[in-house]
């Protein structure tokens, strides 16, 4: 076979598991295959969860590209007490709680920046706000780099809390990487600011600071992302005077996630794709340490899921689900290790997916020339 040959046909593959049916801000989702979690719904006991699952006809390392079935062939819901594990299936019904029409986490309302501009001099260290009446508040950012114009990927991240009366500035500095200022909006405009090296704020699009979502009740940010990335948002706990903590669970756009303000807690569900899926857990709590947990539910036991729906008897991981809700076979941190900020070692399909998806953007945007040759 020619290199050519195997370049087209390589580049068939990436634009049918990356590019087919663009749907969340310029990312597609991988084909479906095997079983998906395709959503996580709060309900009106806090800390349990409904998640969504589907079925697919094509396994994962079996699927005809030129004739991709998008419809699932099978669907079931789950019920996830996230603190214990506990897990109920369709054939426990009825459940310990039920779905809400409430609106909770990132459906609560958010502080309107579409009035609020800001803009500076080359050169310059202060810069100007505009959207307080008839008045242009001044502000000195200490160390800033405004070498460049602003843009996608040049200039200032901005944002105003209603709820304490401060706007936040997220800025390049001379000395460090980022730098970020929270200011007063009356008469002192008196600027704290913080140094941020181990943050990057590269892909969040500078150009968009009206899209930014303030969840003043949360306490919590969501930093919008340039485009065609596999993210949406960035989203950061922060207090009057800096962003605490950035919450990684909510930060792909191709997972299922939700929040519930009610017991301080962000939800994602990753995997499947004839991998593990687990609900992973964190706090949204304006503490800087990170509180993550997770559950898993293994390959074999969500394929006794849709054979138990089916008729297929099955062996239950622990009891039998008419006796007792059946837990879920993830049970010791030694046996399948908990997801935490300092454990790079662990990921989920999930974040492979992830990772596949933007360097395949990379290719298609940067070397599709080099593979028609």
């Given amino acids: 076979m020619s290199?050519?040959?195997?370049?087209?046909?390589?580049?068939?593959?990436?634009?049918?598991?990356?590019?087919?049916?663009?749907?969340?801000?310029?990312?597609?989702?991988?084909?479906?295959?095997?079983?998906?979690?395709?959503?996580?719904?709060?309900?009106?006991v806090p800390n349990?969860?409904?998640?969504?699952?589907?079925a697919y006809e094509s396994e994962c390392d079996d699927v005809d590209f030129e004739n991709v079935l998008y419809d699932p062939i099978d669907q079931e819901m789950l019920e996830i007490e996230v603190e214990t594990g506990v897990v109920r299936t369709e054939s426990d019904l009825p459940w310990v709680a039920n779905a809400t029409n409430e609106d909770h986490g990132l459906d609560l309302p958010t502080v309107n920046q579409e009035g609020y501009s800001a803009s500076y001099e080359l050169g310059s260290d202060q810069v100007?706000?505009?959207?307080?009446?008839?008045?242009?508040?001044?502000?000195?950012?200490?160390?800033?780099?405004s070498s460049q114009r602003p843009g996608m990927y040049e200039g200032l991240i901005y944002f105003y809390s209603e709820a304490m009366g401060r706007f936040f500035f997220v800025y390049p500095s001379?000395?460090?990487?980022?730098?970020?200022?929270?200011?007063?909006?009356?008469?002192?405009?008196?600027?704290?600011?913080?140094?941020?090296?181990?943050t990057d704020f590269f892909d969040v699009d500078k150009s968009?600071?009206?899209?930014?979502?303030?969840y003043d009740s949360l306490q919590l940010v969501g930093l919008p992302v340039v485009c065609c990335l596999c993210v949406e948002y960035h989203y950061f706990v922060f207090d009057e005077n800096s962003l605490v903590k950035k919450v990684e669970v909510l930060g792909n756009a191709l997972n299922p996630i939700a929040v519930d303000e009610r017991v301080g807690m962000a939800y994602g569900v990753r995997g499947g794709y004839d991998q593990y899926i687990s609900v992973i857990s964190e706090s949204i709590n304006v503490v800087e340490e990170v509180d993550i947990s997770e559950d898993i539910l293994s390959v074999d036991y969500l394929k006794q899921i849709f054979?138990?729906?089916?008729?297929?008897?099955?062996?239950?991981?622990?009891?039998?689900?008419?006796a007792s809700p059946v837990t879920s076979p993830v049970v010791s941190s030694t046996a399948s290790p908990v997801v935490s900020s300092t454990d790079s070692s662990v990921q989920s399909s999930g974040s492979l997916l992830f990772i596949w998806c933007e360097a395949v953007t990379f290719m298609i945007i940067f070397a599709v020339p080099f593979f028609v040759l």
Avoid: W
């Fill in 3 to 44: 290199s050519s040959s195997i370049n087209h046909h390589f580049l068939r593959f990436a634009i049918a598991t990356c590019l087919v049916g663009f749907s969340v801000h310029g990312c597609s989702p991988p084909v479906p295959c095997g079983i998906i979690a395709t959503d996580v719904l709060l309900t009106n």
């Fill in 48 to 54: 349990i969860v409904h998640v969504q699952l589907n």
């Fill in 128 to 145: 100007s706000v505009s959207g307080f009446g008839n008045e242009t508040l001044v502000y000195t950012l200490s160390d800033f780099d």
């Fill in 174 to 198: 001379i000395s460090s990487a980022y730098k970020m200022a929270s200011c007063t909006t009356d008469e002192s405009l008196i600027c704290s600011e913080k140094d941020y090296d181990a």
């Fill in 208 to 214: 968009a600071n009206h899209r930014i979502k303030v």
């Fill in 307 to 322: 054979e138990a729906q089916a008729g297929v008897p099955t062996t239950p991981p622990i009891a039998s689900s008419t």
